[in-house]
């Protein structure tokens, strides 16, 4: 694997390996490597014979100094994992690289952005899309591989793709979902679990059990109202996990859902464990 952090000798990596006749798979990380990310580049190894990962923090998706700061950081190790999976080529630019015009938000997540993670992290979905827009004009992949723990950011890359069809990687890029990898406890893997204790991680199991829980009364034939208060009770009886939202939404439009409702929808949850902010998500069927 070549480590490369500038876009000039990207762009000639890139362009000796698409003259060699390769597709490329991109998998845009923010580094501290777990599972989950492997498995992205298990996915994207698939579907093209170069595939390109990169690891930038980015900070305009940081509505915190304090949680920018401590995002988990671990180069060597992040550079080990990732090679070990098979990826060709690790970008690992710089800010300057990234936003050489400064750090300015170039997209806007609309109505959308404001809703869910977006009520709590103002302008996270903004910063989110601008580094992915800036990502994809640099790599210009033909295929860019997303885990679908991030529901709420997978939907408003799908719809940015939707919108800039017109666009040199647009007009190209084949956007293609990895399954949320989880602990054999049922936790979503993230980075930021880096940050939880023992009991803490016992603690953030309350998002994972009321995604179950729903799941189960929506196969028994209840409705969204239902679903919602049996998914509801976890947190009421566990108060170590401060829920922000709880709901259930159409995937194709995250609208919030009503009783009467049938076809697939999509519980999203987020939660504060100590000082970890948690998400996950589940789809559902009514």
Sequence with gaps: MKTIRTVSELSTELANARQSGKKISFVPTMGAIHAGHLSLIEIAKKQSGFVVASIFVNPLQFNSASDFDLYPRNEAADTAALESAGADVLFLPSVEEIYPNGKVNTRSAGPIGDMYEGQARKEHFDGMLTVVARLFEIVSPDVAVFGTKDAQQLFLIRRMLQQEKSTDWGSKLQLVEGPTIRESTGLALSSRNQRLSSSEMQVALSLSEALDKAH?????????????????KVFSSNPEAKLDYLALVNPESFEALEDGFTGQALMIVAAEVGNVRLIDNRSITF
């Design 216 to 232: 189960k009364c929506a196969a028994s034939g209840e409705g969204i109202s239902s679903a919602l208060g049996e998914a509801m």
